[in-house]
């Protein structure tokens, strides 16, 4: 069983609409939570992280941890044509240099 | 512009070619990675520097080799590989464990 799981996608929506972006977790040991995005021949980018459950907010995006179902995900609200990437998801526990990824979601947002 | 540079951005070398990977960041980060994405696989490390001291193998076969002259600059020296070696290699930096920037990558191509 793979420690991240991320459903590949491809997601396609419709610009303006709500993004809900995924993964699942095993190990219970995770307590720091990212979501990196990546363009298209381009490396990652750091989005947002988060610490344990709850929720954080950035602008359009939303990133939610549910430690109790081991359930991370990534609202984009008002999605629009350049949010259109692969996200991936990470986790880590207390050694942060560790972190392991999700296989990334691609994302398709069209005008 | 991204702080962590690679080089080259492309690379095909054959089985028995020694070629080296470089990275360099202008960040004044004092972590240094390299990481390994496949197609539909999860972004693997490779090797972690910390403050220039290897502190993370991940069991990576001896015919990746790296070096870390000082906190600025990260090789990745190649050689008799594979060709499911062939993927994109990524150079990150951070300053503490959160892994932050990430480079564009060097495609490799193992013929």
């Known amino acids: 069983q793979k420690e991240v799981e991320q459903d590949p996608g491809p997601l396609s929506v419709p610009e303006g609409a709500i993004v809900s972006l995924n993964c699942t977790y095993s190990?219970?040991?995770?307590?720091?939570f990212m979501w990196y995005r990546q363009y298209s021949r381009k490396g990652p980018e750091l989005l947002m992280y988060t610490y344990s459950s709850g929720n954080k907010e950035d602008g359009r995006f939303t990133a939610q941890v549910d430690k109790s179902s081991k359930y991370i995900s990534l609202f984009i609200r008002d999605s629009q044509p350049s949010d259109s990437a692969t996200y991936l998801c990470a986790a880590a526990n207390t050694g942060f240099q560790k972190l392991v990824f999700g296989t990334g979601t691609r994302l398709l947002v069209s005008p | 512009e991204t702080g962590v540079t690679q080089t080259p951005r492309h690379l095909v070398m054959g089985m028995t070619n020694k070629k080296s990977l470089k990275c360099e960041q202008h960040l004044g980060h004092n972590a240094m990675y390299w990481y390994k994405q496949s197609a539909k696989k999860p972004l693997e490390l490779m090797f972690v520097y910390s403050l220039e001291e290897r502190v993370e193998n991940n069991s990576v076969p001896s015919r990746f080799s790296p070096e870390c002259p000082n906190s600025s600059h990260l090789f990745l020296h190649l050689h008799t590989l594979q060709p499911e070696d062939s993927a994109l290699y990524l150079c990150?930096?951070?300053?503490?464990?959160?892994?932050?920037?990430f480079g564009q990558g060097t495609r490799l191509t193992v013929v």
């Open positions: 990150a930096s951070s300053q503490g464990p959160l892994v932050t920037f």
């Open positions: 190990n219970s040991a995770f307590q720091y």
